[in-house]
């Protein structure tokens, strides 16, 4: 079975600083991740995923995710955050094949003060 | 907007009735997937459709039954609804079943039961 871990469930941080949200995965499989975002009051929107390819995954707004298979992580971080990226923040796992479940993790609250 | 559309935005019933939730997908998408939100316990996969056929099931009650019908839109039936199964249901859509696709989120129901 796969799971995820979000290891923050809050994340208060100041407008401009740098931001780190944590996930890691348990899987036995090759895996597919993704960051989901949901603003308030609004459904989840896709932010990056990660399926092959380069480990480093960007999204147009500025946030980045790094898939470590050693380490079964897929940090997202941004450099420098604004106001309007206060929203909570799920990542989710998948498995290659037959197995189409997507688990998300219990999300994390990024609230970004001025 | 997403394009996924869901009915009814809110809905506030008692213990022990029977709700009808339904989702129309994005134009295009055969997959539809329902998930419930709630604060103990997270966002939980609960079914998916493709094309009318039940494709992978989750953490789904057996008082909820779902179906998708030939013009791709879904229902989410709840009955002898309890307390606890207030929450906020999600749908989304996808183009195909694959876990690597991308699924677009509609705005929600919010179900409250009292």
């Known amino acids: 079975a796969q799971s995820v871990t979000q290891l923050d469930s809050q994340v208060p941080v100041f407008e401009e600083a740098p931001v780190e949200l944590r996930c890691n995965y348990s899987?036995?499989?090759?895996?597919?991740l993704f960051w989901y975002v949901q603003y308030p009051n609004q459904g989840l929107q896709l932010l990056l995923k990660y399926l092959s390819g380069s480990t480093l995954v960007k999204s147009i707004n500025g946030f980045e995710a790094e898939f470590n298979k050693s380490q079964t992580s897929f940090h997202l971080r941004k450099p420098s955050v604004h106001i309007s990226d206060t929203a909570e923040y799920f990542c989710?796992?998948?498995?290659?094949?037959?197995?189409?479940?997507?688990?998300f993790g219990k999300g994390t609250l990024l609230t970004v003060n001025p | 907007d997403s394009g996924v559309t869901q009915t009814p935005k809110h809905l506030i019933t008692a213990t022990g009735q029977r709700v009808t939730l339904r989702c129309s997908p994005r134009?295009?998408?055969?997959?539809v997937y329902w998930y419930q939100q709630s604060l103990d316990q997270g966002l939980q996969f609960l079914i998916q459709y493709y094309n009318g056929e039940e494709r992978a099931k989750g953490n789904i009650l057996e008082r909820f039954s779902a179906q998708q019908f030939p013009d791709l839109h879904s229902e989410l039936n709840l009955s002898s609804l309890e307390l606890g199964d207030s929450a906020l249901y999600f749908c989304?859509?996808?183009?195909?079943?694959?876990?690597?696709?991308?699924?677009?989120f509609g705005p929600g129901t919010r179900l409250t039961v009292t």
């Open positions: 989304a859509s996808s183009v195909g079943s694959g876990g690597w696709y991308e699924q677009y």
């Open positions: 899987s036995s499989v090759s895996v597919y």
């Open positions: 134009s295009g998408d055969l997959s």
């Open positions: 989710a796992v998948t498995r290659g094949g037959s197995n189409y479940k997507l688990t």
